[in-house]
């Protein structure tokens, strides 16, 4: 994941799903999706 994406996620100027459709999301696994942990602030 590029710096962009995640401050994007931390901040809520994008959601996990659409940075994972995008491609900004390289993630895998029953642990992958953190979408209830973002946005951060």
Known sequence: MSPQTWMELATGLSTW????AAGGISASGT?????GLVPLI
């Open 31 to 35: 642990r992958a999706d953190l979408s």
């Open 17 to 20: 799903q659409e940075a994972y």
